[in-house]
């Protein structure tokens, strides 16, 4: 039973423009978000959060949107730039402090 | 942001042999510290909870008596993989939250390698 779900596997984006990441939760629970990114054979890099009384927290380029209505939230990169290619995984904290992950977005931001 | 080290970065080993990997929180102190474990083009698989100065927890599924979890202090813990086999290779990371933030910070990794 997959609680968290990243159903675009790949995105591709031009440099510049803007990049969005979704991710979707079925746990009601969940109360606190989080994203990171990953290149491979290192660990995931924390980039951005957000609390479930919230629906928007911003700092600098990310962006990320809570709807927990739709149990929805999304990762907005803005201008996007090559540097930002890698593996973007969202996540949600539950009981005991335990991170559910999601599948993974692989971001390609060409030049 | 809080920083989690982890050492070996990289271990190759024989089948049967075991392997301790260190995963340490190097500017704060974390009472409870997290074991993953991903394989190729997979997302991270939680594999136990690590408690400082008690057992630690295993997700289901995850053997127990075959990576022992040592949490021995606030700033390290250690996850050993005994008696490891080719179908333990994997890439194994720790993470750990400093105590009032909610956010989880991640180590570097481990790349097992068992021949």
């Known amino acids: 039973d997959q609680q968290v779900k990243q159903n675009s596997p790949s995105l591709s984006v031009q440099e510049g423009r803007i990049s969005i990441l979704n991710c979707d939760y079925t746990?009601?629970?969940?109360?606190?978000f989080l994203w990171y990114k990953k290149y491979p054979a290192e660990g995931p890099t924390f980039l951005i959060s957000?609390?479930?009384?919230?629906d928007k927290n911003e700092d600098g380029r990310f962006t990320v949107f809570l709807n927990k209505s739709a149990k929805h939230l999304s990762l907005h990169i803005v201008p996007s730039q090559p540097g930002d290619s890698a593996v973007y995984f969202c996540?949600?904290?539950?009981?005991?402090?335990?991170?559910?992950f999601g599948q993974g977005t692989i971001l390609t931001v060409h030049p | 942001g809080a920083v989690v080290s982890q050492h070996p970065s990289r271990v190759i080993c024989k089948s049967g042999t075991s392997v301790k990997i260190e995963c340490r929180s190097l500017?704060?102190?974390?009472?409870?510290m997290f074991w993953y474990r991903q394989f190729p083009k997979q997302s991270l698989m939680l594999m136990a909870t690590?408690?400082?100065?008690?057992?630690?927890?295993?997700e289901q599924g995850v053997e127990k008596d075959k990576f022992l979890i040592n949490h021995a202090s606030l700033t390290l813990s250690t996850l050993t993989v005994t008696s490891a086999h080719p179908e333990d290779s994997s890439f194994y990371i720790c993470?750990?939250?400093?105590?009032?933030?909610?956010?989880?910070?991640f180590g570097p990794g481990t790349r097992l390698l068992v021949l």
């Open positions: 993470s750990a939250s400093p105590a009032d933030q909610e956010t989880q910070y």
């Open positions: 746990n009601s629970m969940f109360d606190y």
């Open positions: 957000i609390s479930s009384i919230k």
């Open positions: 996540a949600a904290i539950g009981s005991y402090g335990k991170l559910t």
């Open positions: 500017d704060f102190q974390a009472t409870t």
């Open positions: 690590s408690n400082e100065g008690s057992k630690a927890t295993y």
